[in-house]
């Protein structure tokens, strides 16, 4: 492992939303053009086999910012706050001397007209530069007075639109059905992080060569762009694009009897996405076409593309300011999509494949191995304790992930990483009210097994004869040793959630 420029390298911490593993040509898409993200992935290490902690955003969030689980951090549902106590990496490194930022989501407290007007609560994040936007449409419009005459001033890609002139358009919905046009690519949300991010390095960079003598701090960048969650509005050129190979596209992966032997929780999204009974035709799929299922994919292949072009920016931007050798650079997403796979849409309180599994590449430049792929199973809640070895020397007390370095190095072998990975979903959305949606998964690489607490439900996949999860065989007679393996293998998962940090003596 060569030396770095500075004794610390940077961090670039680069997350999608709701973006599936197997939506890179990397990962063995043949429909979508990511090659950017293709030649990342040649220079550094790709996890073929990497889980969120929760198929929804805010757990998630909180879970891989902290590398302790959602129960841990009793951040378990979108619309909860992160406790103030908890410690986001990028605090841990702004203690540490890193000057840190972000740009675009953030999604660890309510996100709404209501629930923030003007901001998401923050906790001491450790944060110095904050261009917050929680998604494309913002809060408000444009930065300007709403009817109801309140001052929607947080979010930063409202008034980047305004400054140039423009402001954001919101799609027509009766266009095409489920797929909307959405804003221009100079005008687009994605790009708006990317230039942030863009605009820091270029600047620190100058800021090296003008004072050469000067120690410039360390910096970590982490940039959370929207796409591609829904709506599914991406750029018209690029719509366009997959729409002309939109023949070639296959359909969801599903079965019709399927979902006989599934739990309530997925009859009812198959009904309507998020069980959602107010909204009519909410991605219920069996009301829709095959042209409508696939029109739904060129948008989605469309909006990763458009992330494509964007890194590609970004990693140029590296090369030329030679900050490439002294970046650690990290891409994943919080969760995925189900993207009409099983009859469901959107997320929600299951483990599929398409939901839980997602893409994590990394890359170091002279540092870490390159062009190697990795079967090793592996958390999002493994990059904190990574991030910090490699910055910081040290791993913080309460960090519960397991750090990458000695595999993304060649020091050990990536088979003695992880023997398995495990998921929560704790009522995340206010949407399954009968029952109350509690869940569980664990994966030991073979078989993935997840148990629903409320509704007595449960789940068994064997991965390997049936990686598509077709069949549960949760009550098959012949798996029952199976599972009564993983039901122990889950428990001593849910186990180790426990905070290993000591409780402070004045709360006993």
């Not at 879970?63 to 302790?68: A, D, E, I, P």
């Not at 439900?457 to 390997?464: A, R």
Request: aromatic share 12%; net charge negative; hydrophobic share 30%.
């Amino acid at each position: 492992m060569k030396e770095s420029k500075n004794e610390r390298p940077n961090v670039l911490l680069v997350v999608t939303d709701q973006q599936r593993f197997d939506t890179l040509g990397c990962y063995g898409n043949p429909y979508v053009d990511t090659p950017n993200l293709d030649q990342f992935a040649r220079e550094g290490v790709l996890f073929e086999r990497a889980y969120c902690q929760s198929p929804v955003c805010t757990p998630s969030r909180a879970s891989f910012l902290t590398g302790r689980y959602p129960r841990t951090t009793r951040c378990r549902a979108n619309g909860q706050s992160m406790p103030p106590e908890e410690r986001l990496i990028s605090k841990v490194l702004a203690e540490h001397g890193y000057y840190c930022s972000l740009a675009g989501k953030l999604h660890l407290a309510p996100c709404g007209p209501t629930a923030c007007p003007i901001m998401e609560k923050r906790i001491d994040d450790g944060f110095v530069e904050f261009h917050w936007a929680h998604n494309p449409s913002g809060i408000g419009n444009a930065g300007l007075p709403e009817s109801g005459g309140t001052y929607w001033s947080g979010n930063e890609y409202s008034h980047w639109l305004f400054k140039r002139g423009k402001k954001y358009q919101y799609p027509d919905f009766d266009d095409m059905g489920y797929v909307k046009i959405g804003m221009e690519e100079e005008d687009h949300f994605t790009k708006w992080c990317i230039d942030q991010a863009i605009d820091w390095i270029r600047y620190a960079a100058e800021e090296k060569k003008e004072m050469p003598d000067f120690q410039s701090p360390p910096w970590f960048y982490n940039i959370n762009i929207f796409d591609p969650h829904h709506a599914f509005d991406p750029p018209k050129r690029l719509l366009d694009k997959y729409l002309e190979r939109i023949d070639r596209l296959p359909l969801p992966k599903y079965i019709p009897d399927e979902l006989a032997k599934k739990t309530i929780f997925q009859k009812q999204d198959h009904e309507s996405a998020y069980n959602n009974r107010e909204t009519p035709h909410h991605f219920s799929f069996d009301e829709m076409s095959e042209y409508e299922h696939k029109l739904i994919k060129a948008a989605y292949y469309a909006m990763v593309e458009m992330i494509d072009i964007q890194f590609g920016r970004l990693m140029d931007t590296l090369r030329e300011t030679g900050e490439i050798d002294n970046t650690i650079v990290i891409f994943t997403s919080d969760h995925g999509e189900m993207l009409g796979d099983h009859g469901i849409y959107l997320k929600g309180p299951y483990f599929y494949e398409g939901l839980s599994h997602v893409p994590l590449i990394i890359s170091w430049k002279g540092h870490f191995m390159e062009n190697v792929r990795f079967r090793t199973l592996t958390e999002l809640t493994d990059l904190v304790p990574t991030i910090e070895e490699l910055c910081l020397g040290t791993v913080e007390p309460g960090v519960q992930g397991i750090s990458l370095v000695d595999i993304l190095t060649g020091k050990k072998p990536e088979s003695e990483h992880r023997d398995s990975v495990y998921c929560e979903y704790y009522e995340a959305m206010p949407w399954h009210r009968q029952p109350e949606a509690y869940g569980t998964m664990v994966y030991d690489g073979r078989y993935k097994l997840s148990r629903y607490h409320t509704s007595r439900e449960g789940e068994l996949y064997d991965m390997e004869t049936d990686p598509d999860e077709f069949v549960n065989l949760w009550d098959a007679p012949e798996y029952q040793e199976v599972k009564i393996r993983m039901l122990e293998l889950l428990a001593d998962r849910m186990g180790g959630t426990v905070d290993p940090l000591p409780l402070p003596t004045d709360k006993w």
